[in-house]
């Protein structure tokens, strides 16, 4: 497959699931979900607890911890289309079978959706206790969800297909591809 007809492929399922992601309001399933797995995991890591806006009233959760509350201001929307790139990425890849690019496509929403559910989780601790640290850990873990995860789970995947696809990622040698490196081969004695 030429990278040009894989990177077409890419944005015509991209744009396809993005339509398909807002039509279904997918973003509101996923920060819900989000939500609620970070309210379990959240106590667990560092005890501030999540709690909702009162039935009937809109707003953000608030992370609470004794008296010291911590609003959930995240961008929820940017953060859950995140899961659309993953998806189209791994639609897109050449040299998938059905099972393994349905396998891949459940395992890389797995992990997309538990990478998000820990940030959200961890929330609180970055904004509640502000120094150089926190801002350093919270600019990365943004830079990861809004960016890097969708690629760094795909690649991480994907990537026996991608060597397959992509000569550079093949394991370089004297050797064929598919042979036993000449280090790793027995030593036989030879009699004389």
């Given at each position: 497959?030429k990278?040009g007809?894989?990177?077409?492929?890419f944005l015509?399922?991209?744009?396809?699931?993005?339509?398909?992601w807002?039509?279904?309001?997918?973003?509101?399933?996923?920060?819900?979900a989000?939500?609620?797995?970070?309210?379990?995991?959240?106590?667990?890591?560092?005890?501030?607890?999540l709690?909702?806006?009162p039935t009937?009233?809109?707003?953000?959760?608030?992370w609470v911890h004794?008296?010291?509350?911590?609003?959930?201001?995240?961008q929820?929307d940017a953060?859950?289309?995140?899961?659309?790139p993953v998806?189209?990425?791994i639609?897109a890849?050449?040299?998938?079978?059905?099972?393994?690019r349905?396998?891949?496509?459940?395992?890389?929403?797995?992990?997309c959706?538990l990478?998000?559910?820990?940030?959200?989780?961890?929330?609180?601790?970055l904004v509640?206790y502000?120094n150089?640290?926190?801002?350093?850990?919270?600019?990365?873990?943004?830079l990861?969800a809004?960016?890097?995860?969708?690629?760094?789970?795909?690649?991480?995947?994907a990537?026996p297909?991608?060597?397959?696809?992509?000569?550079?990622?093949?394991p370089?040698g004297?050797?064929?591809v598919?042979?036993?490196?000449?280090?790793?081969?027995k030593r036989?004695r030879?009699?004389?």
């Open positions: 497959m990278k007809r894989f990177l077409g492929s015509i399922l991209f744009a396809l699931l993005l339509g398909l807002n039509l279904t309001q997918g973003t509101r399933w996923y920060t819900q989000l939500l609620g797995v970070a309210a379990v995991i959240g106590p667990l890591l560092h005890g501030w607890v709690e909702y806006a009937g009233r809109v707003g953000l959760p608030v004794g008296g010291d509350r911590v609003q959930a201001a995240i929820f953060l859950a289309v995140g899961l659309v998806l189209a990425l639609a890849t050449p040299g998938l079978g059905l099972r393994r349905l396998t891949l496509l459940a395992v890389g929403s797995a992990i959706f990478v998000d559910a820990v940030i959200v989780a961890l929330f609180p601790l509640f502000k150089a640290f926190t801002d350093v850990i919270g600019t990365f873990l943004g990861i809004f960016v890097g995860a969708p690629v760094i789970i795909w690649f991480g995947l990537f297909e991608l060597q397959q696809w992509l000569p550079s990622l093949r370089q004297p050797w064929a598919g042979d036993t490196p000449p280090h790793t081969h036989t030879v009699e004389h």
